[in-house]
């Protein structure tokens, strides 16, 4: 089975802190994806990466930053973190369209 | 740019009762798809089934069918004889092809679905 892990289940962070958010994939995917999921909003796509060193801005980039350096890992960096990036974080990877995404558990992260 | 609504934000039914869970997509490109996800109360989001633009063939798998009408942008997902662990929130999505070997993957907003028993 694939895996998608991140990093860390629950995050509180103060205002201002740089943030980073981990997630490993194991099936040698070569696409990644970070979301953002809040209420009412549905998940909303912060940058994708096709390839190592190869990224792409989703629909909500600003404020975030992200890191593929190895295939399997994709990082999301938050270089000043604000209350307004309060919200669970999904990452998830996949080999091309017609296989769909396997996504991780999810990083609830809570900015004071 | 490509777009998918769930217009239905949550949907109650009794158990028993068949339900469906509408999807409209909008995108510029001939060669597309589209899947649903399923994200029960434990956070997760799990697969359900993919279809890509060329195949218009319904498809069941026990108790799920999913109508794909590319006339009408839809793909929608019906559950029948719904139960009690089918509540959850569902998630359409499209993927398209939005550059040189890269593709984004969008989602809609989510309809949450209460199964009573």
């Known amino acids: 089975d694939v895996k998608v892990t991140q990093s860390s289940r629950y995050l509180v962070k103060r205002t201002g802190e740089k943030v980073f958010l981990e997630c490993v994939q194991d099936?040698?995917?070569?696409?990644m994806f970070w979301y953002r999921q809040d209420p009412g909003l549905g998940l909303r796509l912060i940058y994708f990466?096709?390839?190592?060193?190869?990224?792409e801005k989703g629909d909500i980039p600003e404020g975030y930053s992200v890191s593929r350096e190895k295939k399997e890992r994709f990082s999301l960096i938050l270089e000043s973190a604000s209350t307004n990036q309060t919200s669970m974080y999904l990452c998830?990877?996949?080999?091309?369209?017609?296989?769909?995404?396997?996504f991780g558990q999810g990083t609830r992260l809570t900015v004071v | 740019a490509q777009k998918v609504t769930q217009a239905q934000t949550e949907i109650s039914v009794v158990e028993k009762e068949d339900v469906t869970l509408d999807c409209v997509y909008e995108t510029r490109d001939t060669t597309y798809y589209l899947f649903w996800y399923k994200q029960p109360p434990s956070g997760e989001l799990v697969f359900l089934i993919r279809?890509?633009?060329?195949?218009?063939q319904n498809e069941i798998s026990g108790r799920y069918s999913w109508n794909f009408q590319k006339s009408t942008s839809s793909f929608n997902f019906t559950i029948t004889a719904s139960q009690v662990v089918d509540s959850a929130v569902y998630f359409c999505a499209l993927s398209a092809y939005s550059g040189a070997g890269s593709y984004q993957l969008t989602f809609g907003k989510g309809t949450k679905l209460s199964v009573i028993p």
């Open positions: 099936m040698d995917h070569e696409n």
């Open positions: 998830a990877s996949s080999m091309g369209p017609p296989k769909g995404a396997f």
């Open positions: 990466s096709y390839d190592v060193k190869m990224k």
């Open positions: 279809r890509n633009s060329f195949d218009e």
